[in-house]
Nanobody, 118 residues
Framework: QVQLVESGGGLVQTGGSLRLSCAASVSIDSLNAMGWYRQGPGKQRELVATITSSGHTNYADSVKGRFAISKNDAKNTVYLQMNSLKPEDSAVYYC????????????WGQGTQVTVSS
């Protein structure tokens, strides 16, 4: 069973920064991609950012220029650096790993809370 363990959430003031980490029990290879999603109160889960094994990244328009996703292949870990945080960024952030070739699996982490105070 694949495990995704997130860390790094917390409380921060508007304009502050946080870095989330997601350690996977499997390696990021050409078959899969990892990413971050978030779900705010009363909202649907939405894409924040994704990264493929080759390093190709994709971001939601709302976080472009403020957030950066990266990975450390040696540690099977993906990071989300969040800068210039806004209250609307407050949400539970979930790590995701999915099969992008055959679409046979998708895994989620347990989620980590990010709260941005105004």
């Amino acid at each position: 069973q694949v495990q995704l363990v997130e860390s790094g959430g917390g409380l921060v003031q508007t304009g502050g920064s946080l870095r989330l980490s997601c350690a996977a029990s499997v390696s990021i290879d050409s078959l899969n991609a990892m990413g971050w999603y978030r779900q705010g109160p009363g909202k649907q889960r939405e894409l924040v950012a994704t990264i493929t094994s080759s390093g190709h990244t994709n971001y939601a328009d709302s976080v472009k220029g403020r957030f950066a996703i990266s990975k450390n292949d040696a540690k099977n870990t993906v990071y989300l650096q969040m800068n210039s945080l806004k209250p609307e960024d407050s949400a539970v952030y979930y790590c995701n790993l999915r099969d992008v070739v055959f679409r046979q699996y998708e895994y989620w982490g347990q989620g980590t809370q990010v709260t941005v105070s105004s």
